[in-house]
């Protein structure tokens, strides 16, 4: 049973204190940037920042989903969401990129074990970083 991990970055056209702010806005910001393969979104505690608890279902592919929930942190330059339902970890880091921010989601989480998880390993990351990357580009053009 081995980390699995996915990551995408993208540019953005505004500061990261803005940037680090839209991201951690679960309760107007979050709803608009969320690609198709997110359902039945919504915030079960706070919606600003850390202390957000939301829940989720991921539509990874026809047959594969997974029901989330997410307890938000926040620091400086990075909101993490911590799925209490798994292992799952998704950590949104902002830094500074010319008169904007680069925005990085990575994705992480333990795989299963044997054959299943050696296919996990490979497949899964490919698929996430299209919804990821999807979410991203909603998110630019959200702060454009």
Do not use: C
């Not at 980390?3 to 970055?9: D, Y």
């Not at 702010?21 to 969320?34: F, S």
């Not at 950590?91 to 044997?114: H, I, N």
């Amino acid at each position: 049973m081995g980390q699995v991990s996915a990551s995408s970055s993208i540019v953005v056209a505004a500061d990261p204190k803005r940037t680090l702010d839209a991201i951690a806005d679960y309760e107007t910001v979050r709803p608009k940037i969320l690609s198709p393969h997110y359902r039945d979104y919504k915030v079960v505690e706070g919606g600003q920042g850390a202390g957000t608890v939301a829940e989720w279902t991921l539509q990874a592919t026809e047959k594969r989903q997974r029901n989330v929930r997410a307890a938000v942190s926040v620091s400086d330059s990075m909101v993490t969401e911590r799925d209490s339902n798994s292992s799952m970890v998704t950590a949104w880091t902002v830094t500074p990129s010319g008169s904007g921010s680069l925005v990085t989601v990575r994705t992480t989480w333990k795989g299963a074990g044997g054959i299943g998880g050696i296919f996990e390993g490979i497949f899964a990351p490919l698929g996430l970083k299209k919804i990821q990357a999807e979410v991203l580009e909603n998110l630019k053009k959200e702060l454009a």
